[in-house]
């Protein structure tokens, strides 16, 4: 087995983190599960469960990585000294196997969406519907979203192949910055925009009879997905760190994450009411309602190659830290080294993809009960999996470890006593009755 490496630096663990918490969840799903849940209403919801769940769960996650200095699969077990908690672990590394599965079919239509930029004809003076027609062409009847996501998942491989230090943190300390740069660019670009009133008002509108328990569920699946939360993925950067303070890692991680969550609502609400397009598209959003947006403005072809560059280099980013999950997970539990275990979770993650990807073509196979595969996968992990993963932890790290041992690695981490006491209470009652009610009202059993 080869020896663990960490990162060289806090600077280089906290890109390493907020790369792999922003990404298409920000700008992808963010805005398109806002849309389709009542817009000020969500963002409501959302805000409040970064704040009393998320932010812990970071902090959760992160310490059990740094306490247990393993692979994610054996993380839990051996923090709490009870092997019985691995299954924490296993259900992450399925989960993130399952993440990636959708994940690299929409990071694949961000590349295509850069190709057609660059082909600017296409997206020039197109009206919605044409791009509309556009987007399904490509999406659900040709070869090419297949030829994207492969790229993609081997570009990820090789990066991940780099090693913790070389590869993610390099990648990540050149990619952030850029990422921020793009995202308030384009912020200000929209407040320019006419009639585009009715977007804030959407965005920022508060209607509390809104608030139904399924965007209460939406909310909270995606501000887990957005923090990368509940698989392991926070974990195993938990446990590549050796020195730094863990709330204050957790609290710029959930800050940083939220502002480009916030910030992308910020782009997108404003400009598609602006043209009148509907803010309840859908999963589609971005690759059907932005070019019509790009299409009808002035510099359009320099705005759409901007934005579907800082949804790719997003993208790049989370995957790197998905990847490394079951790369790092595989290596551990079967002793082989990380190049022959990157590659087995290379070619699993491209037959997951493929079948994603296929599914989402008329009259594919893997439909099931009129939900594609890939819509399956996305509704499962973000809305439950990803939750109990968090939940699960709270539980291990608030009941099975004691609370002076607790107490003790929390300090070191650089946690305040004060804010101990406030900690224990949230890991240990209002994490897990939180998300277990949510989960239960949803299903009609409360
Ligand atoms: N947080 C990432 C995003 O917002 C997705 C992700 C989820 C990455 C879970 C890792 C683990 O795009």
């Known amino acids: 087995m080869e020896k663990r490496t960490s990162f060289s630096s806090k600077f280089g663990m906290l890109a390493a983190a907020v790369g792999s918490a922003v990404g298409l969840g920000?700008?992808?799903?963010?805005?398109?599960?806002?849309?389709?849940?009542?817009?000020?209403?969500?963002?409501?919801?959302?805000?409040?469960?970064?704040?009393?769940?998320?932010?812990?769960?970071?902090?959760?996650?992160?310490?059990?990585?740094?306490?247990?200095?393993?692979?994610?699969?054996?993380?839990?077990?051996?923090?709490?000294?009870?092997?019985?908690?691995?299954?924490?672990?296993?259900?992450?590394?399925?989960?993130?196997?399952?993440?990636?599965?959708?994940?690299?079919?929409?990071?694949?239509?961000?590349?295509?969406?850069?190709?057609?930029?660059?082909?600017?004809?296409?997206?020039?003076?197109?009206?919605?519907?044409?791009?509309e027609t556009l987007f399904n062409t490509f999406a659900y009847s040709s070869r090419r979203p297949y030829l994207w996501l492969i790229l993609f998942i081997i570009a990820t491989a090789i990066i991940v192949q780099l090693g913790v230090q070389k590869g993610i943190e390099k990648g990540s300390k050149i990619l952030m910055p850029m990422l921020f740069l793009i995202i308030v660019i384009l912020a200000i670009y929209v407040i320019f925009l006419p009639n585009n009133t009715e977007g804030y008002q959407f965005y920022l509108n508060f209607d509390i009879s809104k608030i139904t328990p399924s965007v209460i569920l939406s909310a909270l699946g995606q501000s887990f997905f957005s923090l990368s939360l509940?698989?392991?993925?926070?974990l195993i950067y938990g446990s590549y760190m050796n020195q730094g303070n863990v709330v204050g890692t957790s609290l710029q991680i959930a800050l940083l994450?939220?502002?480009?969550?916030?910030?992308?609502?910020?782009?997108?609400?404003?400009?598609?009411?602006?043209?009148?397009?509907?803010?309840?598209?859908?999963?589609?959003?971005?690759?059907?309602?932005?070019?019509?947006?790009?299409?009808?403005?002035?510099?359009?072809?320099?705005?759409s190659l901007m934005f579907f560059s800082l949804l790719t280099i997003g993208a790049l980013t989370s995957t790197i830290s998905l990847l490394e999950v079951l790369t790092a997970s595989f290596a551990d539990k079967f002793h082989i080294s990380r190049q022959r275990s990157n590659i087995i979770a290379t070619m699993l993650v491209?037959?997951?993809?493929?079948?994603?990807?296929?599914?989402?073509?008329?009259?594919?196979?893997?439909?099931?009960?009129?939900?594609?595969?890939?819509?399956?996968?996305?509704?499962?992990?973000?809305?439950?999996?990803?939750?109990?993963?968090?939940?699960?932890?709270?539980i291990m790290l608030g009941w099975a470890v004691s609370k002076e041992k607790l107490r003790t690695a929390m300090t070191d981490f650089g946690m305040k006593p004060w804010f101990f006491s406030i900690y224990l209470v949230l890991v240990r009652f209002v994490t897990p009755t939180a998300i277990l009610l949510i989960m239960l009202r949803q299903s009609g059993i409360l």
């Open 26 to 131: 920000n700008i992808w799903k963010f805005p398109y599960e806002a849309g389709a849940n009542g817009g000020g209403a969500f963002l409501v919801v959302y805000l409040i469960c970064v704040l009393v769940l998320g932010f812990p769960a970071l902090i959760t996650e992160l310490s059990i990585g740094r306490m247990a200095k393993t692979n994610s699969l054996d993380a839990c077990g051996k923090v709490s000294g009870r092997k019985g908690w691995n299954f924490i672990g296993y259900m992450g590394v399925f989960s993130a196997f399952m993440v990636m599965c959708f994940y690299f079919v929409v990071a694949g239509w961000s590349l295509e969406y850069i190709c057609q930029t660059f082909a600017s004809s296409t997206f020039r003076d197109m009206d919605a519907s044409s791009l």
């Open 230 to 234: 509940g698989l392991g993925t926070i």
């Open 257 to 303: 994450d939220t502002l480009i969550a916030v910030f992308a609502g910020f782009v997108i609400f404003p400009a598609v009411f602006a043209y009148g397009i509907a803010p309840t598209e859908g999963p589609s959003l971005a690759f059907i309602a932005l070019p019509a947006v790009f299409a009808q403005m002035p510099g359009g072809t320099f705005v």
């Open 350 to 394: 491209i037959i997951g993809s493929c079948l994603c990807c296929y599914s989402l073509t008329d009259g594919s196979l893997f439909n099931f009960c009129g939900k594609p595969l890939f819509s399956w996968f996305e509704d499962i992990t973000s809305d439950y999996l990803l939750p109990l993963g968090g939940m699960f932890m709270a």
